[in-house]
């Protein structure tokens, strides 16, 4: 079973907004990380937040984690049209730190 | 570095053949992962190794999937027989001890008719 859930599946904007997208978990997790996908790829690392961590920034990139509620979000400001992809939370667990579960996935479109 | 390559990129075969998929992971990299993607069932983690020995095979779906690493530098899954539903996407990650990324290869895509 899928440790991460995206929300939500698709959001499409305009070039120039911000896209935020949110992952929830289900258990502890020793990091959570966010990878991107374009159509046909492999998937490339975006970001990785440890489980100590509140917020962490990247570039145009965003990530908080709440621990508490099991729950990460994504920021990408000031969109582009190349940042059209599929994005997706993974988790790593306490017990397993190299073993990452993925979610299901955004797929994120952003129009010119 | 040329990232981790992974090879065909595309197969179609007939149900009931077999099917070899290959991964050279990155130079360094002592962790090696097989993952197979879905619509249905997005990512799914099917084996990883540590040091080319397998730890955890509790992903491969059934008997008929085998994954091998007989060195550092290369690895397979092999599906025999092959059947319709063992479509999707298969991907090669392979990450380095103390390091938590993984680096994707572009992955082979496999239909079984």
């Known amino acids: 079973s899928q440790q991460g859930e995206e929300d939500p599946q698709a959001l499409s904007i305009q070039e120039g907004e911000n896209a935020t997208m949110n992952c929830s978990y289900k258990?502890?997790?020793?990091?959570l990380q966010w990878y991107r996908q374009n159509s046909g790829r492999g998937l490339v690392h975006l970001i990785l937040?440890?489980?100590?961590?509140r917020e962490k920034h990247s570039g145009r990139l965003r990530v908080t984690l709440d621990t508490s509620k099991k729950s990460s979000s994504l920021l990408i400001t000031a969109s582009r049209a190349a940042d059209t992809a599929s994005y997706f939370c993974?988790?790593?667990?306490?017990?397993?730190?190299?073993?990452?579960?993925f979610g299901s996935g955004t797929q994120l479109t952003v129009l010119p | 570095d040329a990232g981790v390559i992974q090879s065909p990129r595309h197969e179609v075969t007939e149900m009931g053949q077999e099917v070899t998929l290959r991964c050279k992971p990155i130079s360094g990299h002592d962790y090696l992962f097989w993952y197979r993607q879905t619509m249905m069932r997005g990512l799914e983690l099917l084996i990883y190794?540590?040091?080319?020995?397998?730890i955890d095979d509790s992903g491969m779906p059934e008997d008929r999937f085998s994954a091998k690493m007989p060195n550092a530098s290369f690895s397979t899954l092999k599906i025999q027989p092959s059947e319709p539903r063992d479509s999707a996407v298969y991907f090669c990650?392979?990450?380095?001890w103390g390091n938590g990324e993984l680096f994707f290869g572009e992955g082979s895509r496999l239909t079984v008719l």
């Open positions: 190794f540590n040091n080319n020995v397998p």
């Open positions: 993974a988790t790593a667990t306490s017990g397993s730190a190299r073993q990452l579960t």
């Open positions: 990650a392979s990450i380095a």
């Open positions: 937040i440890r489980s100590n961590e």
């Open positions: 258990t502890s997790i020793n990091n």
